[in-house]
């Protein structure tokens, strides 16, 4: 059974309104569900048996529906937070607010900073990269807990730049 035929399967299933298919075959194993409410498929399992049967075969493993979490961010007052500049994490990584354990931390709030200074350290793949202002100011918030992973683009520092 090639890929095609698989993904024609998959749309028939989803079209017909059964929730569960289980369909096996001589080297091929597939389950598809669906969900009622809007024939959406869900899972799909795609298990290439080995050539030797006389193995005992375990049983396929149940994964459920990726579940969607809606978080409120926290209501913060657009007026209060406008006069700050954000300090933007530039790459995915680990957030270090200290260069190693036994030093200490390159900015606290309240702590004025100049451009160019090292507000933190962000280690990616295991090279430790410094995070330089753009800006000066003075630190009003961190907003990353040390030790915090942090993905591209997110808000690190609030800066007054007054």
Request: hydrophobic share 45%; proline share 8%.
């Amino acid at each position: 059974m090639d890929l095609k035929e698989i993904q024609n399967l998959i749309k028939f299933v989803a079209n017909s309104g059964v929730a569960e298919v289980k369909l096996e075959m001589d080297d091929v194993k597939i389950t598809i569900r669906t969900t009622l409410e809007g024939n959406v498929t869900e899972t799909t399992y795609v298990q290439q048996l080995p050539a030797q049967a006389a193995l005992p075969q375990a049983a396929a493993p149940q994964v459920t529906a990726p579940v969607v979490v809606n978080v409120a961010a926290e209501p913060q007052a657009p007026a209060e937070n406008s006069k700050f500049i954000t300090i933007k994490s530039p790459i995915i990584g680990t957030f270090y607010r200290k260069p190693s354990p036994d030093k200490p931390v390159f900015t606290e709030v309240g702590s004025t900073i100049a451009k160019g200074d090292v507000l933190c350290v962000i280690e990616a793949m295991k090279l430790f990269n410094e995070i330089e202002s753009e800006v000066s100011g003075k630190i009003v918030k961190i907003l990353v807990d040390d030790m915090s992973p942090v993905e591209f683009d997110q808000p690190l520092f609030l800066v007054d730049p007054s």
